[in-house]
């Protein structure tokens, strides 16, 4: 069959029946900024920003980073700009940071955990650089990587608030950004609640939480069948967690490569994300899919997935 020419839609999109879904594109390099735009994004659904820290021998400093971000937030005038704060160890090292060695680099030292200890100096520099860019136009939001305690995340909006404070003092223009919590530990999907109730949206990391939900390395191709989102635990896991956002007036993406599926779009509307973010490239199929989506017809798709007990029966609901 001859590959199907995918319409590219420069606005934002809705159901069939008027629900509207963000779709925004994952950034992993500031050069994938033109692209996003060009093939339809709303916004920037996760913007890593480890990639500014790699290929130097330095870190980028406050100056670098506020120009960094500006830069994102004025390509995207209209739609949200959402910057993760830096998220190494595990599989994202960076030689001048003195990463420890670890057996299990992925259960160890990594994202905010090495932000609120002994990289807690870079976070901060990065919390000015990102308080001063959402003070201009734009609507800037930012998350923090990897969180699975309550502490966590307290620790970390403790930091953004004494760094307001310091800017203030100083005189220095800045806003506090929109501000919200990846769910990628198990530990967060079972504290969802608490998490949502402290934020404004929380943000599902497929490629970590299959990880550790199903116990199987994302960079390990003997275990890549168990890695899969669409292994029941994974499903109600996102399910649980869009629940619990709901409840504590939050909203919530999903920005793990699941999300840039369209095989999974209807699946994830009846799941009740409120935004997905992909690969650029991704974005007009899946645009795509959500217009000829109905609601109805997405959740009953939703609700035989997660009574579903295995991933093959899952696999045959979305097929059908
Ligand atoms: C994820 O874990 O799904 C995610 C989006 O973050 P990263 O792939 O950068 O770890
Ligand atoms: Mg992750």
Known sequence: ?????????????????????EVAANLGTLAELEGAVEQGADGIGLFRTEFLFLDRESPPDEDEQYETYREALSAFPDGRVVVRTLDVGGDKPIPYLDLPESENPFLGERGIRRSLGPDRELF????????RAAAGEGRLAVMFPLVSTVEELE???????????????EGVKHAIPELGVMVETPGAVFLAEELAARVDFLSIGTNDLAQY???????????ADLHDPLHPPVLRAIARSVE?????????????????DPDYTELLVGLGLDELS????????VKGRIVDCETD????????????STRNEITETIDQ
Do not use: F, K
């Not at 901060?124 to 308080?131: G, H, K, N, P, V």
């Open 1 to 21: 069959t001859a590959a199907r020419e995918v319409e590219t839609r420069s606005e934002p999109v809705e159901t069939a029946d008027g629900r509207e879904i």
């Open 124 to 131: 901060e520099t990065q919390l000015r650089a990102l308080l």
């Open 155 to 169: 620790g970390a909006l403790a930091a953004v608030e004494r760094v307001a404070a310091d800017l203030e003092s």
């Open 213 to 223: 939900v199903m116990a199987a390395a994302r960079d390990d191709e003997r275990v």
């Open 244 to 260: 619990a956002a709901h409840a504590n007036d939050a909203w919530i993406g999903m920005c793990g490569e699941m999300a840039g």
């Open 278 to 285: 992909m690969s650029a490239v991704t974005i007009p199929a």
């Open 297 to 308: 017809a997405a959740d009953r798709v939703a609700s035989r997935a997660l009574d579903a």
